[in-house]
């Protein structure tokens, strides 16, 4: 990327954050071996402070991209082993079902295959202990699958392994992460604890409409190891960089499970998730804090990496800003999942019923020869919760779609071993409690 080209995605950006209302974004590229970055709009439109390429951002789930390296680290170190059960370091650990526990290992929550019912955003305060008493009240969940059968995204297993390195390392995850990880990399623009936000020009999430800084602005402390990292655009290029160069690293790569979403080839790697776009692997990850978005991927037979930061729902702008990029960069297309037309006529009636986890519930029904679904949505962030009428566009006989936000948002039925159906939407499974 020359000084030429940077001043063309500079551009870019600002053109594609006034037409997506987006306040602010920082991008960061890694191409032919250098980090280049440009920054658009504001970070807090209250305010009114500039968003530079040095502001940071709330990570989200990117945030687990940190802890996975500092598990890996202390399995490299021979303190935990990817196949260790998580009762064999914290035999406190219990679930609502007694034994469900027993079996869940490293490898598992890495995977997302633990079955751990995963948006528990439990509040167990600011102290050092937070992951500690995290862990007691785990006693409150339970399985929506059995450990290894199935894939179902999962916070709370990410909360789990910060208190496992806890445990091993007697630091507190915070400060584990900080020595083993960020200390090494020499970032200088990353952290955990919301206070050391101050030192830096910090963005604040805003409401999807209208763009209205948050009120709540960050996450618990207990959910850092799944989403409590932040960091500038650069300094995340960083981590990437790391993982491209260290050959220790790359069996974090490897593919462990399928996501059954979209019609087209998404694994769980362990922290990563692994694309095949076009028969080439591309790996990386998104996160969502309150009212922040991130966006990460990264092509490694190009050496290739691209970060996108913003402080609004920004979906529509990533996938115009990286189709484009990754087409330069990369000689890459960006697959986007499409809805035939016409759409097939299927049967619904195989699937109706309602299907629950913690968070979601999902009544599928036919009305008129066309699905439908009323789907209720709350968790500890969202207490009020709120209710949607969705209609469903048929894609396969195991696949729909809707189009709530704009953009189709695949809705994908399958069974688990035992023969029970199960809704797989927005990377977390929802088993069938009634037909």
């Known amino acids: ?6 001043q063309r995605w500079q551009e870019t950006l600002d053109r594609l954050c006034r037409v997506h209302s987006v306040p602010g974004a920082s991008l960061a590229v890694l191409a032919d071996g250098e980090v280049h970055t440009v920054a658009a709009g504001v970070v807090n439109t209250g305010t009114g402070v500039e968003t530079t390429a040095d502001a940071v951002f709330q990570l989200g789930s990117l945030s687990k991209l940190y802890t996975t390296t500092l598990v890996a680290g202390l399995v490299q170190d021979g303190r935990l082993t990817a196949h260790t059960r998580i009762r064999d370091i914290l035999p406190e650990f219990r679930l609502a079902t007694q034994g469900a526990a027993d079996a869940i290992t490293v490898r598992q929550i890495l995977s997302h295959t633990s079955g751990l019912d995963g948006d528990f955003y439990r509040d167990t305060g600011r102290g050092d202990d937070c992951l500690a008493r995290y862990v007691e009240e785990c006693a409150e969940l339970d399985l929506v699958h059995p450990p290894g059968t199935a894939m179902s995204y999962s916070n709370a297993g990410y909360s789990l392994l910060g208190r496992v390195a806890e445990r091993v390392t007697g630091l507190t995850w915070d400060t584990a992460l900080s020595r083993r990880v960020l200390d090494p990399l020499r970032v200088t623009h990353t952290g955990t604890l919301p206070e050391g936000m101050l030192r830096h020009r910090a963005a604040v999430g805003h409401e999807d409409s209208p763009r209205t800084p948050v009120d709540r602005l960050v996450l618990p402390r207990s959910t850092g190891p799944a989403g409590g990292v ?13 993982h491209l160069r260290d ?18 080839p998404i694994r769980r790697a362990l922290g990563w ?16 804090a309150i009212g922040q978005y991130a966006f990460l991927r990264v092509v490694p037979d190009r050496q290739v990496a691209v970060a996108l930061l913003t402080n609004a729902y920004s979906v529509p702008l990533y996938l115009e ?4 990029l990754l087409a330069e ?8 999942f499409t809805v035939p037309v016409p759409s097939p006529e ?3 009636t195989p699937w109706v019923g309602t299907y629950r986890n913690l968070t979601r519930e999902a009544t599928i029904e036919s009305r008129g020869g066309q699905p439908w679904v009323t789907m209720r949505f709350a968790n500890e962030l969202v207490t009020a919760g709120f209710t949607q009428q969705i209609r469903l566009t048929p894609v396969s006989k195991t696949l729909f779609a809707d189009r709530t936000d704009g953009y189709p948002r695949s809705w994908t039925f399958r069974h688990l071993p035992d023969g029970r159906p199960y809704l797989h939407l927005g990377g977390r499974l929802l088993p069938r409690v009634s037909d």
């Open 329 to 336: 960069l990369a000689d890459l297309a960006v697959p986007r």
């Open 1 to 6: 990327m020359t000084p030429l080209t940077s």
């Open 321 to 324: 800003l990286f189709t484009t």
């Open 273 to 288: 998730i692994q694309y095949d776009w076009d028969g080439r692997e591309v790996f990386g990850h998104d996160g969502e």
């Open 346 to 348: 299927i049967d619904i």
């Open 230 to 242: 932040w960091a500038s655009a650069a300094d995340m290029l960083g981590l990437v960089r790391l």
């Open 247 to 264: 050959p220790s690293l790359a069996w974090l790569r490897e593919p462990h499970a399928e996501v059954p979403d979209e019609g087209r």
